[in-house]
């Protein structure tokens, strides 16, 4: 049975929602759980009688990484829950690892301690987005590296694709390069170089903008994580921006009130499926594991599809796939 | 009176909703109109006896640059509107510019004829956004400089300071710089360093998120052209796609679609408040003259606000107040 080992100490609300949303995954799905964390709290989450506490270990500690810490003291605290969990993981105690703790923390971790996938000098945070036509897309990086070179942005290439042909069973998986133009020559000196390196990749498929990104027909968007990570942001902010003005507007008139009262189910689900809870955590590739870095602010939902996306990925060996796509060298 | 050299041949389509766009401007405001294109097209889209006639000038010509040229030809085609219309700048026999042709070509002889303003090295184009406070923001660069350094983000900052409080009319404008983290130490190798410069601005509150950039306390935002333009299209596709999402929950049922029509009103606000023909055009700073590049595709709306804010550059001077910012170098 898959055994991934969840960081129960990290995320902004403490080990309350994760517990919950490792229970409701356990309910769901078949794998071992092994949560980290202080072994009283854990307990009194878990429900005296639940079915499945069997497929529960608890491996206790203390410590955890602190939002407002650097990710460079990760290193030293061998006590912390995500250490612990990245040696599980390292030592194959565990086949995966979902931590909503401190991002930059697990990353640095489970870069130095489960190591890099050959050919891959910079792991990449791939972040999953809804699309116009009910599926995702995989942007990467968001946000783990900075500062890019072409060879980063083509390996980022290479790892969505293989993400997305494996988790998302996408037969032959478009890639798309953000960039400001349509044509080979439009972007920055970074990004003009990167195409004439994807061109070599056959999913490549050439320039994505912004305002097509999520019309159905790209898989993988590849970015610098600067530009990912103010991407993502921005898009929660344009929607956000949207939700409350439509509100102020909305109540500004009882004609209205009453529209929205009649639209309540088409804005459940135009909610749910701008939620990133139900896309669960992004995947950290290009590491010799399976790691999901969640939200720092999950909630149970979003920590059960984090552990549903983290048991797909061990079931499709995407690192397998991945470190085999760079030993080919030819795609 | 004010002189507005109009462009009346470049848009994508044609001379149609630029001639109406400047008759709507001419009966809303004092101005003088000079109108470069074909006599014969414009003529045949005024009406006979249109009140403000005698304050359009036309000036002929029959070459304007298509949309999929580069903007290197730009410089050669003397006899293309964009070139006329940047020598009446230049010369002084207009006090203004407005543009919806090739936005490239504008730029490259705006910057050549016309001339930068003393101390900066890069004009930018800035893009009006609107905020949820029913105000706007000025984000700059929007797509004119892909690869910057760290003094042409502090210079942008500088610019779109003295665009807002001028032409905006704020009395002390906040510039936030566009980052991926709150903290100084958040961002990439360029905008590390611009934040340190942008520090000396008195302006300048810091980095900002694309999470927090329409919530309001923000009124100028500095990026690069590069990410300005992704952050411009990705709000685009992202409005879309809630747009396209919506509809097709709605047409999933009557309650909902009764409940849309009910809140017709709020939704038409909306499509207001998110039109980019509401804003105009973008302004380009840094040159020696007012100079307002409108959208390929600008309706009649959107060339009558362009207008509007060709006349409120000159009023407010807002060339002469940069040049004097710069000349100061002390914020």
């Given amino acids: 049975m898959i055994k991934i080992a969840i960081d129960a100490m990290g995320g902004d609300f403490g080990a309350k929602p994760i517990i919950e949303g490792t229970l409701k995954a356990l309910e769901h799905q078949s794998f ?61 105690r565990a086949d995966a690892l979902v931590s909503a703790g401190h991002s930059g923390a697990t990353m640095s971790l489970a870069t130095l301690k489960i190591g890099r996938i050959d050919g891959v000098s910079r792991p990449a945070i791939g972040a999953i987005l809804p699309r116009t036509d009910g599926k995702e897309l995989l942007l990467l990086d968001a946000g783990a590296n900075v500062d890019c070179s072409p060879e980063h942005l083509y390996a980022f290439g290479v790892m969505g694709y293989e993400y997305v042909q494996n988790v998302f069973r996408r037969k032959k998986p478009s890639i798309g390069l953000l960039s400001i133009g ?41 970015c610098d994580g600067f530009v990912g990570n103010v991407v993502l942001k921005t898009s929660e902010g344009i929607a956000e921006a949207i939700v409350k003005l439509l509100k102020t507007y909305i ?64 079931e499709h060996h995407v690192n397998i796939k991945i470190a085999e796509a760079f030993k080919k060298g030819v795609h």
Same sequence: chains 1, 2.
């Fill in 182 to 222: 349509e044509e080979e020559c439009k972007g920055n000196e970074v990004s003009k170089e990167a195409y004439a390196l994807l061109q070599n990749h056959h999913g490549f498929v050439g320039n994505i903008e912004g305002d097509n990104l999520f019309d159905g027909h790209i898989d993988v968007v590849v």
């Fill in 251 to 314: 109540a500004e008139s009882v004609t209205s009130k009453m529209g929205a009262l009649l639209m309540r189910k088409s804005f459940k689900k135009l909610k749910k499926n701008l939620d990133y809870a139900e896309y669960g955590g992004a995947p950290l590739l290009g590491i010799n594991g399976n790691v999901i870095i969640g939200h720092g602010k999950s909630n149970p939902k979003a920590i059960q599809n984090a552990i549903k996306q983290a048991i797909s990925s061990c």
């Fill in 32 to 92: 071992q759980a092994i949560l980290i964390g202080d072994k009283a709290q854990i307990h009194s989450q878990i429900p005296l009688h639940f079915k499945h506490r069997e497929r529960i270990e608890i491996i206790h500690c203390n410590d955890f990484i602190k939002m407002d810490e650097t990710a460079a003291n990760a290193i030293r605290r061998k006590e912390s829950s995500i250490f612990i969990a990245t040696d599980l993981v390292k030592e194959n």
